[in-house]
C-alpha cells in the first residue's frame, strides 16, 4: 500500500516520502502526515524474534513506501551500527516494576540520536531519488542537544554540509565542548552573541531568504532542515515502541496481546506522537501518558482543552523540555479534526495570533488514550534521589519527570497496568543537577569530576562521549553577531 504525505494546513496534493523528508515543512506552513497509518504486517510474536535492525526495516517499510528495501536496509545498517554501545540499540531496564526504554545510547547520549542517525541517511536517499544535483546543507539553531546529535549524524555524510549555531552564552559547558570538538571536514559551529530564539530567527531568515536561495543554487547548494517536524525524524521514532513491546513479549514479561502503559517526557510532543503511531499500527498500548516539568502547557492542555502559551518561560533542570510551542502536536489536532485542514488551519492561526485556542468537546473525546501530567523540579529530583538509594539506577533529570508524573497517576488511579518509560538521556549528559538531587555535597565537583564521581556511584562506565570530549581540541572556534549570520554561512560555502 503506498502512503502519500499530505499538509496539515492545505488540501493542496499529497507528496511521496522522500518529497517530504526533503521539504521538511510543507509549503503552506502545515506538517506533512502520512494519508493513512499503515498496520504491522507482522505478528508481535514475530517481531520479537527479530533485531533492532531488522524490526526497523519491517516498521519503516510501511512509512517510506517509495524507498526500494535496498535503498532503506542501506540506511538503516549505516545508522544502527557501531555508533551506539549495546547491541541492542535500545535495551530495557527493569527498576522498581517498571521498564525504563534506554534511548540514549547513541553517539550524543541523548534519545535525539535515535532519529538523527538516520536522517541524513534518508535525506542523502531522498535527494537522490528525486534526482537533485545540489549539495545539501544543513542549518540548525540549538538551544544544546539537537545540535550535536544532528552534528554527529551528518559528520562525514557526502553531499551534505551542516551548519550548526548555538548562543554562545546558553548551553552547558558539557554541551559546547560537545559541539566545538566535532570532527568532519563538513561540519560548521557557530557560537552567536545572543539566545536561542536569536539563533533561531536568524536561520529561519536565512530559510526564506529566495535571493540567497538562487545564489547558493548557482553554487549547487540548496538548504534543508534537522528539524524534529521533519517525518524522517518521526518515523524512525516508531520503531523502538514497537521493539520495545516485542522485546518484553519475546522476554516473557507480557503475555500476547496484553496492554501496556507509556511515559513520555515531553517537549516538542514528536516522541509521544510516534507512541500514539505505535498504537494506531497495532501496538497494545493502553495509556500514553505525557509528562511535562513546571512549563506544563500540555499538561493544561489535556486537562482543560485549551492550549495557552501565554505564559512565563521557566528555565528548569530539563531544559530539553523547556519549550511553550509543541510543534508535533498539530499532527494530532489535525487527526482529532477529522483531518479537516480548514478547521486545524484555523486552531494554528488562533495559537500564533491570539497565542491559544481551544478544542472541540468532540475533539476531546478523541483524546482518550493521553493524560497529562507534571512534575516540579522538588519531584523531578526527589525521584532521581530515591530511584538511587533503593536500587543504585541512576536516571536523568528529564526521564525523572516522566517516573514522577508516573507515581504521581499511579497514586490516584491505582492502574496497575505494565508500563514503559522513555529513558530520554543518560544522566551523564546532565551530571551537575543528577548529582545535585543525589546530594548537595556533589555542588563543589568541577564537571569532569562530576562525571567520575556519577560512574563510581552509579557502577556505570564513562560513555564515550563523555570520555571523547574530555581532553578534545576545539575545533570550531567561530562566534558572531546575530546580524553577522548570513556572512558566516556564505563564508563557509566558499560563496564570497
Ligand atoms: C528532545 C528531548 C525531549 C523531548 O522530546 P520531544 O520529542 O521534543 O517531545 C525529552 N528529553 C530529552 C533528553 C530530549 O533531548
Redesign the pocket.
Known amino acids: 500500500m503506498e502512503i502519500l504525505y499530505k499538509s496539515t494546513r492545505s488540501d493542496s496534493a499529497p507528496v511521496s516520502a522522500s518529497q517530504a523528508i526533503l521539504k521538511g515543512l510543507a509549503d503552506d506552513g502545515g506538517l506533512f502526515v502520512p494519508t493513512q497509518l499503515p498496520k504491522l504486517e507482522l505478528s508481535l510474536e514475530e517481531l520479537s524474534k527479530m533485531t533492532y535492525q531488522e524490526v526497523a526495516y519491517e516498521v519503516m517499510k510501511l512509512f517510506l513506501t517509495d524507498f526500494t528495501e535496498e535503498e532503506l536496509k542501506s540506511c538503516i545498517s549505516k545508522a544502527y551500527d557501531s555508533k551506539f554501545d549495546v547491541s541492542e540499540i535500545a535495551p530495557l531496564v527493569e527498576a522498581e516494576g517498571v521498564y525504563y526504554l534506554e534511548l540514549?545510547h547513541g553517539a550524543t547520549i541523548?534519545?535525539?540520536d535515535m532519529a538523527l542517525s538516520i536522517l541524513p541517511h534518508l535525506l542523502t536517499t531522498s535527494a537522490k531519488k528525486n534526482r537533485i544535483q545540489n549539495d545539501i546543507v544543513i542549518l540548525t539553531a540549538t538551544s544544546g542537544?539537537?545540535g550535536k546529535a544532528a552534528l554527529a549524524g551528518f559528520a562525514g555524510v557526502e553531499h551534505t554540509k551542516i551548519i550548526v549555531f548555538y548562543p554562545k552564552n546558553g548551553v552547558s559547558p558539557i554541551q559546547e565542548k560537545q559541539m566545538v570538538t566535532q570532527v568532519g571536514d563538513n561540519t560548521h559551529v557557530v557560537g552567536i552573541h545572543g539566545n536561542f530564539d536569536d539563533a533561531q530567527t536568524g536561520v529561519k531568515r536565512l530559510f526564506s531568504d529566495q535571493e540567497f536561495a538562487k545564489e547558493m543554487e548557482k553554487k549547487g547548494y540548496q538548504f534543508s532542515s534537522a528539524n524534529?517536524i521533519n517525518i524522517g525524524r518521526l518515523v524512525p521514532?516508531v520503531v523502538y515502541y514497537v521493539y520495545a513491546y516485542a522485546t518484553l513479549l519475546g522476554q516473557g514479561k507480557l503475555s500476547d496481546g496484553e496492554k501496556i502503559n507509556v511515559v513520555?517526557?515531553?517537549?516538542?510532543?514528536?516522541?509521544?506522537?510516534a507512541a500514539f503511531y505505535a498504537k494506531n499500527m497495532g501496538v497494545p498500548i493502553d495509556k500514553l501518558i505525557c509528562a511535562s516539568n513546571e512549563n506544563k502547557v500540555l499538561f493544561d492542555f489535556f486537562r482543560t482543552g485549551t492550549y495557552d502559551r501565554k505564559r512565563d518561560f521557566i528555565l528548569t533542570s530539563?531544559p530539553?523540555?523547556d519549550?511553550l510551542i509543541?510543534s508535533?502536536l498539530e499532527r494530532l489536532i489535525y487527526r482529532i479534526a477529522g483531518e479537516d485542514a480548514d478547521k486545524n488551519a484555523k486552531l494554528m492561526q488562533s495559537l500564533s495570533n491570539e497565542g491559544e485556542y481551544t478544542i472541540t468537546d468532540e475533539m476531546k473525546e478523541q483524546l482518550e488514550s493521553f493524560r497529562g501530567g507534571y512534575a516540579s523540579e522538588q519531584e523531578t529530583f526527589d525521584v532521581i534521589k530515591k530511584l538511587y538509594e533503593d536500587c543504585g539506577y541512576v536516571i536523568?533529570t528529564?526521564?525523572a519527570v516522566a517516573a514522577a508524573v508516573y507515581q504521581k497517576y499511579v497514586a490516584k488511579t491505582g492502574d496497575t497496568t505494565k508500563t514503559v518509560i522513555a529513558s530520554?538521556?543518560s544522566p551523564f549528559?546532565f551530571t551537575r543537577s543528577v548529582m545535585h538531587a543525589i546530594d548537595g555535597k556533589y555542588d563543589a565537583l568541577s564537571d569532569f569530576e562530576l562525571v567520575d564521581e556519577l560512574s563510581r556511584i552509579g557502577n556505570v562506565a564513562v560513555p564515550g562521549a563523555i570520555e571523547e570530549i574530555r581532553d578534545a581540541k576545539v575545533i570550531h572556534d567561530t562566534v558572531c553577531e546575530k546580524d553577522e549570520m548570513k556572512d558566516v554561512v556564505k563564508r563557509f560555502l566558499g560563496m564570497e
Open positions: 540514549f541523548a534519545f535525539k542537544d539537537t524534529s521514532q513520555v517526557p515531553t517537549g516538542n510532543f514528536g516522541n509521544i506522537l530539563s530539553s523540555m519549550i509543541s508535533n536523568d528529564h526521564t530520554t538521556a549528559k
